[in-house]
């Protein structure tokens, strides 16, 4: 498309004009990586940020945030272009880069963390005790850093259920489940959009561990609550377009 013509358009220029070792070089490799990624053409993206990283782009302000960047496309191209092993060790790269200039309790080390856990959990059963402990470490940290209704807490206990149901650890993640669930009612209310899903996430917990029963009950309280809230909404609009077209 044109913005990706435009990318590499900037790329040709930047190389053209400015002296090698200027950040400002891997910025547009890293601009038109961004774009081939879009575009799904990921064996080229991988290519062009490797290339942007062999720049020094920690010169700039900002570079450590943008080398992060810079990987995490990578290592997410790597994953479309399903090579799971080098995804991960991607991953772990970053970890340990953020560790080192970030240090280890801070929300991106933490964040990537769980991106990592996340790869680990589509890399086969050998993988998943290990990231069950290396995720409910990461998990407490989080929530006692962020609290326990911020978003990447909330990301990060997902992980965590989910590596746990794999680990078989039915009766752990059901627990995390309701605790997620009742941290957003007391946090954001019982009818927010986000305290609705992690209750139909819960009965699905529920569901997974064998208690039917209670999980098709709070099933089914979910699917009423969410039609209550999506027709409370629609009809709110209705009300909104009626005074607007009274005015």
Do not use: C
């Amino acid at each position: 498309g044109s913005s990706l013509s435009a990318a590499r358009a900037i790329v040709q220029d930047a190389d053209r004009t400015l002296e090698p070792g200027d950040p400002v070089r891997s910025l547009a490799r890293f601009r038109l990586a961004e774009e081939l990624s879009w575009s799904g053409r990921f064996e080229e993206t991988i290519a062009e940020i490797d290339e942007a990283l062999s720049d020094p782009m920690r010169r700039l302000p900002d570079g450590d945030y943008k080398v992060i960047s810079a990987l995490e496309y990578r290592a997410h191209a790597l994953g479309y272009a399903r090579d799971r092993a080098q995804q991960r060790q991607a991953q772990e790269r970053i970890v340990a880069l953020a560790r080192e200039n970030f240090g280890p309790g801070h929300q991106e080390t933490l964040a990537q963390i769980t991106t990592l856990a996340n790869f680990l959990l589509g890399s086969g059963q050998d993988y998943v005790p290990a990231a069950v402990r290396m995720q409910e470490k990461n998990y407490v940290a989080q929530r006692s850093l962020l609290g326990p209704v911020h978003g990447d807490v909330l990301r990060s206990s997902a992980t965590l259920q989910g590596l746990l149901e794999d680990n078989g650890e039915l009766s752990r993640m059901r627990e995390l489940a309701r605790e997620s669930y009742e941290a957003l009612v007391a946090g954001r209310g019982a009818r927010h959009p986000r305290t609705l899903r992690a209750l139909n996430d819960y009965g699905g917990a529920l569901l997974a561990a064998g208690e039917y029963d209670e999980a098709l009950r709070v099933l089914r309280e979910a699917d009423a609550l969410i039609d209550e809230v999506v027709q409370g909404a629609t009809q709110d609009t209705l009300n909104r377009k009626r005074r607007l077209h009274a005015a």
